[in-house]
């Protein structure tokens, strides 16, 4: 059984930053693509940023030079480093794993933290 345990979550003020972490257990840790998805109230699931087993990252462009995603497979743990925090960046935040890296149907979801923003 796989599971991704996120935690880091919390309330900040704009412009402050958090490192969110994502525990992996329960499979190969590197053969799955690792991502980070936000999901705000009424709003859809996003992607925030992708790291693809060969390293390739990718990042959606409202976290463009404020977030960076990275990967201890010491540790099988996942980050995100979220600098000068936004309202906008209020949400849900999730990682999960994917085998074929589409990213259609995720294999793996972890539960979420919350990270709130306030200006």
């Known amino acids: 059984q796989v599971h991704l345990k996120e935690s880091g979550g919390g309330s900040v003020q704009a412009g402050g930053a958090l490192t969110l972490s994502c525990a992996a257990s329960?499979?190969?840790?590197?053969?799955?693509?690792m991502a980070w998805f936000r999901q705000a109230p009424g709003k859809e699931r996003e992607g925030v940023a992708t790291?693809?087993?060969?390293?390739?990252?990718t990042y959606a462009d409202s976290v463009k030079g404020r977030f960076t995603i990275s990967r201890d497979s010491t540790k099988d743990t996942l980050y995100l480093q979220m600098n000068d925090l936004k309202p906008e960046d209020t949400a849900m935040y999730y990682c999960?794993?994917?085998?074929?890296?589409?990213?259609?149907?995720?294999?793996?979801w972890g539960q979420g933290t919350q990270v709130t923003v306030s200006s």
């Open positions: 999960a794993a994917d085998y074929s890296g589409l990213w259609l149907n995720p294999d793996y």
């Open positions: 329960g499979y190969f840790y590197a053969s799955y693509f």
């Open positions: 790291m693809h087993t060969d390293g390739t990252i």
